[in-house]
Every structure is written in structure tokens, then in C-alpha cells.
């Protein structure tokens, strides 16, 4: 079992940078592939950005590409998602996702199968 805490969400203006950080309980965390997901209400979760469990690959969203850098810590049981430029558009919940799967893409929920409780992101125009 993997319990996942999200921080570093807040408000922010357009144009500006936010890190988010998510730290992971356990001592296997450097066997998982990482991901960052967000939401919006009414809408599906989406997929934001991930990280081998080597740090080795990182995949990552259209929307986001060269904005957002996903980076991880196996020391520390920490994967974090430096944000900049966000626009309005990025406002959203955004969760931090653990998966038993440590190589490769993934792109998808249920890829996933360990989530955070998520943390508020509000870019003001």
C-alpha cells in the first residue's frame, strides 16, 4: 500500500509558477512509475505529466509540454511538478498517482494504482 500527499497548490497569476510536491509513504517508492493527473469539475480526470521510476523517461501532456517539468527524489519519496507560464486554462485539481508499473508510458486513470487526495490550483487572469 502507497499513501500519496499532495502540496503547493494555490493561486497564482497568468504568467506565473507554482511546484508541486507529493510525498509517498512506504519504502518501495522508487519501484513505481509516478504520474500527475488534474481535473476540473464536470470534467474527466486528465494526464498531465509522468516519470519512470529511474527518472530516467518523462512523458508529458500537449497542453503542458515545455511549461510543466515532472522530477523525482527516490531518496526522498518525492515526485514534484515544477509549473510555469500557467494559464487559466491549467486551473484545476491536480492529483499525484503512484504506479506498480515503473517503466514505460502511461497515459490513462486506471494505469494508475495509488492516487493523492489532490491539491487546488487557481491561475487568475
Known amino acids: 500500500q502507497v499513501q500519496l500527499v499532495e502540496s503547493g497548490g494555490g493561486l497564482v497569476q497568468a504568467g506565473g509558477s507554482l511546484r508541486l510536491s507529493c510525498v509517498a509513504s512506504g519504502r518501495t517508492f522508487s519501484s513505481y512509475a509516478m504520474g500527475w493527473f488534474r481535473q476540473t469539475p464536470g470534467k474527466e480526470r486528465e494526464f498531465v505529466a509522468r516519470?519512470?521510476?529511474?527518472?530516467?523517461?518523462?512523458y508529458y501532456a500537449d497542453s503542458v509540454k515545455g511549461r510543466f517539468t515532472i522530477s523525482r527524489d527516490n531518496a526522498k519519496n518525492a515526485v514534484n511538478l515544477q509549473m510555469n507560464s500557467l494559464k487559466p486554462e491549467d486551473t484545476a485539481v491536480y492529483y499525484c498517482?503512484?504506479?506498480?508499473?515503473?517503466?514505460?508510458?502511461?497515459?490513462?486513470?486506471?494505469?494508475?494504482?495509488?492516487w493523492g487526495q489532490g491539491t487546488q490550483v487557481t491561475v487568475s487572469s
Open positions: 498517482a503512484a504506479d506498480r508499473t515503473p517503466y514505460g508510458s502511461g497515459y490513462y486513470v486506471y494505469d494508475y494504482n495509488y
Open positions: 516519470i519512470t521510476w529511474s527518472g530516467g523517461s518523462t
